[in-house]
T-cell receptor
């Protein structure tokens, strides 16, 4: 079974709709992240969370919100979707450990299309 | 701020050809450096890493050497296979404001043909 799972894997929605993307992990990591991937732009960080009480904005948080329901769950919401939020969304986890290597572990991604 | 610059793709090679994907970085100090790979339809996964200057990371026949003099971390493989077709991302930690984030390059798509 995958350590980091994302649901749904694909979603098509309409402008103005509310959408929630969910991420679950079984790695026991405290730190979780949401990225979006656009062609030619690489990955950009939307939000990140150190633990259930610590949530931080990334470089492109406008139009998004998150909820950390438990150590293992981190959800991303688009309150009112717009077409330029069409992208591939990734959840990731990390655990610095004693070496502080900051390796991140990614889910398979959610492809979101906003019409 | 910290940043990563990768060569643009796509890079198209024949099987068994030599691969180099360039990566240079701008950062304060000497951070760890990473190469991630994204196979078609999948999420990113760590390919290799180096934690200090002059370290060489290696995995699956790929290598990259952390060179602080040239602020580079170029990815190399001596003989590519069709199964290496993927998008490759160079990355470094961006430790600002107490956050442990990764800054990614824009990715380089590799296509290997028979």
């Amino acid at each position: 079974d995958a350590d980091v799972t994302q649901t749904p894997r694909n979603r098509i929605t309409k402008t103005g709709k509310r959408i929630m993307l969910e991420c679950s992990q079984t790695k026991g990591h405290d730190r979780m992240y949401w990225y979006r991937q656009d062609p030619g732009l690489g990955l950009r960080l939307i939000y990140y969370s150190f633990d259930v009480k610590d949530i931080n904005k990334g470089e492109i948080s406008d139009g998004y919100s998150v909820s950390r329901q438990a150590q293992a769950k981190f959800s991303l919401s688009l309150e009112s979707a717009i077409p330029n939020q069409t992208a591939l969304y990734f959840c990731a986890t990390s655990d610095p450990g004693t070496s502080g290597s900051y390796t991140q572990y990614f889910g398979p991604g959610t492809r979101l299309t906003v019409l | 701020g910290d940043s990563v610059t990768q060569m643009e793709g796509p890079v198209t090679l024949s099987e068994e050809a030599f691969l180099t994907i360039n990566c240079t970085y701008t950062a304060t100090g000497y951070p760890s450096l990473f190469w991630y790979v994204q196979y078609p339809g999948e999420g990113l996964q760590l390919l290799l890493k180096a934690t200090k200057a002059d370290d060489k990371g290696s995995n699956k026949g790929f290598e990259a050497t952390y060179r602080k003099e040239t602020t580079s971390f170029h990815l190399e493989k001596g003989s590519v296979q069709v199964s290496d077709s993927a998008v490759y991302f160079c990355a470094l930690p961006a430790i600002t404001g107490g956050g442990n984030k990764l800054t990614f390059g824009t990715g380089t798509q590799l296509k290997v043909e028979l």
